[in-house]
Nanobody
């Protein structure tokens, strides 16, 4: 069984930074692509970023490109999301997720991921 536990959320002023982490249990962490999603109140869950298991290629939503950085430490089985230049519209619950090894579709849809963390709240005040 795989478990994903996020940490690092909190309240920050606009323009500030936070670093989220996601600790994964189970084997073969390095063999899976890992993603971050977020869900704001009253909105659908949306893709934020993904880091691929091959060559650590990264992809970002346009709304966070240039401000957020996704990374991973395979020795620690941990995924990170460095968030800089935070804006009030970044306020949401942030989830990490493990991409399904058998999924062959787009990486930015929720269906691509089979394990999810419980989420961590990020609130950005103006």
């Amino acid at each position: 069984q795989v478990s994903l536990v996020e940490a690092g959320g909190g309240l920050v002023q606009a323009g500030g930074s936070l670093r989220l982490s996601c600790a994964a249990s189970g084997r073969s962490f390095s063999s899976y692509s890992m993603g971050w999603f977020r869900q704001a109140p009253g909105k659908e869950r949306e893709f934020v970023a993904v880091i691929m298991w091959i060559e650590d290629y990264t992809y970002y939503a346009d709304s966070v490109k240039g401000r957020f950085i996704i990374s991973r430490d395979n020795a620690k089985n941990t995924l990170y999301l460095q968030m800089n230049g935070l804006k009030p519209e970044d306020t949401a619950v942030y989830y990490c997720a493990r991409q399904s090894a058998s999924y062959t579709g787009s990486y930015y849809v929720s269906d691509a991921y089979d394990y999810w963390g419980q989420g961590t709240q990020v609130t950005v005040s103006s």
